[in-house]
């Protein structure tokens, strides 16, 4: 499968953004699929994670509450709503998809990634 991401930008401290993934194929809701980001000079990390059937999802406990995953298997999509974002929210943020449905922290079981999408948050 193939993970175009989107939705990136400038925002304020405070402010909101959604990201979109959308990926190929027509078995993407057979996809486990994950959210992840990388800040400049820090390794990637796990954001947030849904099932192939929306059933479950998963975050980072320190994001739990901000961030909301979710999917549109309809239009093989998959969104992250990021609320009262912060600098430290900056970052690359990339979308990911493993062929197991169920729900992962570890990118090393993520199969296909998108190309990231840059989130920058201004105080």
């Known amino acids: 499968v193939q993970l175009q991401a989107s939705g990136g930008g400038l925002v304020q401290t405070g402010e909101s953004l959604r990201l979109s993934c959308v990926g190929s194929?027509?078995?993407?809701?057979?996809?486990?699929m994950g959210w992840f980001r990388q800040a400049p000079g820090k390794e990637r990390s796990f954001v947030a994670a849904?099932?192939?059937?929306?059933?479950?999802?998963y975050y980072a406990t320190s994001l739990k509450g901000r961030f909301t995953v979710s999917r549109d298997n309809s239009k093989n999509a998959v969104y992250l709503q990021m609320n009262s974002l912060k600098p430290e929210d900056t970052a690359v943020y990339y979308c990911?998809?493993?062929?197991?449905?169920?729900?992962?922290?570890?990118?090393?079981?993520?199969?296909?990634w998108g190309q990231g999408t840059h989130v920058t948050v201004s105080s």
């Open positions: 849904i099932n192939g059937s929306s059933s479950t999802t």
């Open positions: 990911a998809a493993r062929v197991n449905m169920g729900l992962d922290s570890r990118a090393t079981s993520y199969h296909y």
């Open positions: 194929g027509r078995t993407f809701s057979t996809y486990g």
